[in-house]
Structure formats: C-alpha cells, structure tokens
C-alpha cells in the first residue's frame, strides 16, 4: 500500500493548524473563562463563609442576648412580684391598723354613750327620787327633804374614825383655805348654822365654813377640808342599785344563752 505523503503532509498542516486555531480562538478563552468563573465561584463562596461566619456569631450574640434579656425579663417579674406582695402586705396592715382604729373610736364613742346615758339616767331617778322622797316626807310630817339630808349627813360627821378626824385636822390646821361644804340645794341660816356646829364639834375647830351649791351633786352634802372630803349623797345608793342591774342582767343574759343551747344542739 502505497502513502501519500503529500496528502499526509497537508492534512497534519491542515492538523496543527485546526489545532492551532482551537487553542487560539476556542480553548484559550474556555480556559480562561472557566479560570474566571473558578475564581468568581471561589470568590463567592469564601463571601458565603464569611456571610455564613458572620450569621452564626450575630446568632450567638442574639441567642446570648436572648438568654440575658430572658435573665432580665425573670428578675424584673421576681421584683415586681416581691413588691406586689410587699405592698398587698403594707396595705393588709394599713386597712389592719385603720380597722383596729376605727374598731377603738367606735368602742370608746359607744363607752362614751354607755356613760352618758347611764349619768343621764342617775341624774333623772335621783331628780324623780329626790322629788318623790321630799313629797313623800312633806305629807307624811312637817319635815323637809333637805333637813332630813341635813341630819343625815351630821350623823355621817359624828360617826367618823378618829384616825380619819385627825388626818382631816392636821390638814386643815396646815392650810389657809377654810371648809367648804357643797349641796346640791342652797341650804337655809338654819340648816347652815346645825352643819356648821357640827363641823366644830367634830373636828374641834373653830372656822367659818364656806357654803356652795354644785349640782353635780346627785341629793347630798359634802364636806372638803384641803383636798379631804366627806361626804353623803343618794349616788352611793344609786351606784349600788346599778351594779345590782347590772349583774342581774348580765345574770339573765347567761341564762338565756343556757336555755337557748339545747335548742341549738337539737337543730
């Protein structure tokens, strides 16, 4: 078999020169176009690392400020609620307080009616005692209430300890300021001068005794020698008689209370 080396020869130029030509115009911008995309890629992809660097250290950071803020968040709600449950306390204590007060005026108001009525309703039995006792004595003899206070409170005078004499004297004899007797009624020249007998003959001394009304007395007379007294009224017996209610009541009360419970019990 013959070969053509002129046909051989042209179609190895015509070769070298295709290669050529591919190297030149196609395989040389391919190359460097994949070397330009290579690099853009990598380019990319080293921006994606430090994007996705980046990312995951703002996620540390928020997830580190989250756990701080949830922190915060627990703190603030412990302190609220501690100084919720401080001020319902102060509050509790403060309406305590506020009742207990109100409680106490309340009571001492009540106490102070009790009084005044109680004072009130002494004050209108001694007015009606006194006004029946002295109606009383007028008609069955030709005798006054007021004398028979008079005596009364003279006997009352006689009847002295002697201890109790001589407390009253040596009392007097060291102050300047002379008896005083009290009455609720202005007594007459009569009823003064059988008093003022009296007083001396007890006490041995020789005064002039001053003489004053004072309603606060309830019927009575009183005598003051420097801060010593003596003295005889209806209050005294006013004063028993209320303690007598008084226990009765309170007698009656509990009775009551006692008969009540078995009903209760069978209820």
Same mark, same amino acid.
């Given at each position: 078999m013959l070969i053509d080396w002129f046909t051989l020869i042209a179609q190895l130029v015509n070769f070298l020169i295709l290669a050529w030509l591919?190297? %030149?115009? /196609?395989?040389?911008?391919?190359? &460097?176009?994949?070397?330009? %995309?290579?690099?853009k890629i990598a380019s990319e992809l080293?921006?994606? &690392? !430090?994007?996705?660097?980046?990312?995951?250290q703002s996620m540390s950071e928020w997830r580190q400020k989250n756990v701080e803020f949830e922190k915060q968040r627990m703190l603030l709600m412990q302190q609220a609620t501690?100084?919720?449950?401080?001020?319902?306390?102060? /509050?509790l204590i403060d309406a305590r307080k506020e009742y207990d007060n109100l409680r106490? %005026? @309340?009571?001492?108001? /009540?106490?102070?009616?009790?009084?005044?009525?109680?004072?009130?309703?002494?004050? %209108?039995?001694? &007015?009606?005692?006194f006004s029946l006792a002295k109606k009383v004595l007028e008609e069955l003899a030709d005798v006054s209430l007021e004398d028979c206070m008079v005596k009364v409170f003279c006997e009352r005078l006689r009847k002295i300890e002697k201890a109790d004499i001589g407390v009253m004297t040596r009392s007097f004899r060291q102050s300047s300021h002379p008896p005083?007797?009290?009455? !609720?009624f202005s007594l007459t020249q009569e009823q003064r001068e059988i008093v003022n007998k009296a007083v001396m003959d007890v006490f041995s001394i020789d005064a002039n005794i001053l003489f004053e009304t004072d309603p606060n007395l309830i019927s009575g /007379?009183? @005598?003051?020698m420097n801060g010593h007294s003596i003295s005889w009224n209806i209050k005294a017996y006013l004063d028993a008689l209320q303690l007598t209610a008084e226990v009765s009541l309170e007698r009656d009360?509990?009775?009551?209370?006692?008969?009540?419970q078995p009903a209760q019990n069978l209820s």
């Open positions: 591919l190297k %030149r115009f /196609l395989y040389h911008p391919i190359v &460097t176009a994949l070397d330009a %995309r290579e690099k080293q921006h994606a &690392t !430090v994007v996705e660097n980046e990312a995951k501690k100084a919720a449950d401080d001020k319902k306390a102060e /509050l106490a %005026r @309340l009571e001492e108001s /009540l106490h102070h009616e009790q009084i005044n009525l109680q004072q009130e309703i002494i004050g %209108r039995i001694s &007015t009606e005692v005083i007797i009290r009455s !609720v /007379l009183e @005598l003051s009360k509990k009775e009551n209370v006692h008969d009540k």
